[in-house]
Structure formats: structure tokens, C-alpha cells
């Protein structure tokens, strides 16, 4: 659909990104950031996310100058409070049962960045996801196929934690750790990307 102008990089080791990207046609390379993701002090939901993706896509452009870096960084939050990724199957436990029949906001920040054409663009989405409430029983089972322990907030709405999801409000695609939309628009008003 689309084909790259400009050298591209996803600052990012996610499969999740990388395959919208793929779709998509674009020709990118990989080269993910290495950064202190620790919320600060009082810090938003919001906020964190628009920061953790604004460093990663400095860091990596700070190594390739002349090229346009993505960086993306999703995060699940309840009432205010970030859920990352769970540390094991209890903690996975835990925050599945936080969001059992409640409704919460997955943002995810994103950044486009390249030195060397003083590009330097920031923002993030929010999407409502409404859980269904399961027994601790299916929960666990859910938990021990591995699928929670490397996403935040310990479910993937694309894969098997599709079942807990009742209801989304706003992009599918933000959830899973891209606003695809927003993406593709900052990268055709760059140049970075074209019709076909």
C-alpha cells in the first residue's frame, strides 16, 4: 500500500509494532532502545507514555541522525495507576482481577523523530477497554499458557486474552501498541512514506 522515502527505523523489539508496520509494506529496520522505563513521581498515565516514547525514538536517532525513528510505548491503567507487565503468574493474577468488569485506558504514546530535519513530533491515543468477569479458575488457565507475562496489564487483546475483552471504545490497533492511523498520517506528512 505504502513505500518507504526516507530510512526508518521502529525503536522497538515488539512483534505486535513491527507486523503493523510489515502490513503496511514499509521497508524499516528494528533497533530498540535501551532506556530506564520507570514512572516518575506523580507522574500521569498520559505523561509516561508521551516520555517513554519520545526517549526511545532520541536514543535510537541520536545513533542514526539522518534517519526517522519511531518510538511507541503502551501502557494499561486503572483508575490512574499503570499496570505493566506482570513479574510472574500471581502478580499476572492480580491485575487480571483488577480489571475484571471494570473499564480501562490503554495509551499509547507515540513519537517520530529525525535530527537531522529537526523532526520532532509527540502524542499519544487513549482507548476504553471493558473486561467480562471469569472465574479465578479460566484466569489462571489463561495465565499458564504464557500468553500475559511479556504485555502490559498482562492480557494481548490480539491473541488469547481476546475472550476477557467486552467491549473496545476508540483504535483496536492502539491497544495492541501502535495508533496505526496516526502513525501512517505523521510519516506521509514527512515524506517518510508514499502510495504506492
Known amino acids: 500500500m505504502f513505500s518507504t522515502n526516507k530510512d ?9 509494532r513491527k507486523r503493523f508496520l510489515t502490513d503496511l509494506g514499509l521497508d ?4 530498540p532502545a535501551d532506556i530506564d522505563e520507570t514512572p516518575q513521581t506523580g507522574e500521569s498515565p498520559a505523561a509516561f507514555s508521551l516520555r517513554m516514547s519520545g526517549d526511545k525514538a532520541r536514543a535510537i536517532a541520536e545513533q542514526y541522525p539522518d534517519s526517522y525513528v519511531i518510538g511507541s510505548d503502551t501502557v494499561v491503567t486503572i483508575d490512574n495507576r499503570i499496570l505493566g507487565k506482570p513479574v510472574d503468574p500471581d502478580h499476572a493474577l492480580f491485575m487480571l482481577k483488577a480489571l475484571q468488569g471494570h473499564t480501562h485506558q490503554v495509551i499509547t504514546g507515540l513519537s517520530l523523530v529525525c535530527l537531522r530535519d529537526n523532526c520532532s513530533r509527540h502524542l499519544y491515543r487513549s482507548t476504553d477497554v471493558t473486561f467480562s468477569s471469569f472465574s479465578d479458575e479460566i484466569l ?10 511479556d ?5 494481548g487483546i490480539q491473541t488469547r486474552g481476546s475472550f476477557l475483552v467486552q467491549t473496545v471504545s476508540g483504535s483496536c490497533s492502539n491497544v495492541i501498541g501502535l495508533p496505526v492511523n496516526d502513525c501512517v498520517a505523521l510519516l506521509l506528512e514527512y515524506g517518510v512514506i508514499c502510495e504506492v
Open 140 to 149: 489462571r488457565a489463561y495465565i499458564k499458557t504464557g500468553d500475559p507475562m
Open 8 to 16: 526508518l527505523i521502529l525503536a522497538s523489539a515488539s512483534p505486535r
Open 151 to 155: 504485555k502490559a496489564g498482562a492480557y
Open 28 to 31: 524499516f529496520h528494528c533497533c
